[in-house]
T-cell receptor, first 113, second 111 residues
Framework: DTEVTQTPKHLVMGMTNKKSLKCEQHMGHRAMYWYKQKAKKPPELMFVYSYEKLSINESVPSRFSPECPNSSLLNLHLHALQPEDSALYLC????????????FGPGTRLLVL | AQSVTQLGSHVSVSEGALVLLRCNYSSSVPPYLFWYVQYPNQGLQLLLKYTSAATLVKGINGFEAEFKKSETSFHLTKPSAHMSDAAEYFCAVSPGNQFYFGTGTSLTVIP
């Protein structure tokens, strides 16, 4: 089973809302990633968790707050977003952090009004 | 610095024709190399990966890629394009604990 699941598939939120994106994998992977992807562009790395600890934060604004409650679950909490934050948010996991294959979820399409 | 260059942001081929998508990398150490495909409104799906075993790597959906160290290339090919191959293709390199994507190539298949 090489599946990474993400919920919700689509999300529309206002600039004052608080919402969360959820990512789950049951492959025993110990590294999990959040990416942001704009149309016709490659994914941009936001955060990396390795063994449930935040390893990389690519200078992401504080209105994005990641959380890794356990080795299978990764959340991205959203608060006070801007319209330019509208994008496809992708979660990925890999067996470990360091050059290993990343498996991607289907993404959450976010629209900020 | 590590980077990936995909030549040609748009490639069009006729159905049944050869598909060739180009990827060149720069890396100071032997890297892991990947090709991913992304269909509209979906996530990235792994097509194939090179991890220093065989230089010719076979992937899913009839795709394959050849690692050429002397040319620092990892081009993706498929002998005969199918309409369902129309998608965005990303090359990626992972020389260590980072993952670098190319800018992507949009493949159009003409019936």
């Amino acid at each position: 089973d090489t599946e990474v699941t993400q919920t919700p598939k689509h999300l529309v939120m206002g600039m004052t809302n608080k919402k969360s994106l959820k990512c789950e994998q049951h492959m025993g992977h110990r590294a999990m990633y959040w990416y942001k992807q704009k149309a016709k562009k490659p994914p941009e790395l936001m955060f990396v968790y390795s063994y449930e600890k935040l390893s990389i934060n690519e200078s992401v604004p504080s209105r994005f707050s990641p959380e890794c409650p356990n080795s299978s679950l990764l959340n991205l909490h959203l608060h006070a977003l801007q319209p330019e934050d509208s994008a496809l948010y992708l979660c990925a996991s890999s067996p470990r952090f360091e050059g290993k294959t990343q498996y991607f979820g289907p993404g959450t399409r976010l629209l900020v009004l | 610095a590590q980077s990936v260059t995909q030549l040609g942001s748009h490639v069009s081929v006729s159905e049944g024709a050869l598909v060739l998508l180009r990827c060149n990398y720069s890396s100071s150490v032997p890297p892991y190399l990947f090709w991913y495909v992304q269909y509209p409104n979906q996530g990235l799906q792994l097509l194939l990966k090179y991890t220093s075993a065989a230089t010719l790597v076979k992937g899913i959906n009839g795709f394959e890629a050849e690692f050429k160290k002397s040319e620092t290339s990892f081009h993706l090919t498929k002998p005969s394009a199918h309409m369902s191959d129309a998608a965005e293709y990303f090359c990626a390199v992972s020389p260590g604990n980072q993952f670098y994507f190319g800018t992507g190539t949009s493949l159009t298949v003409i019936p």
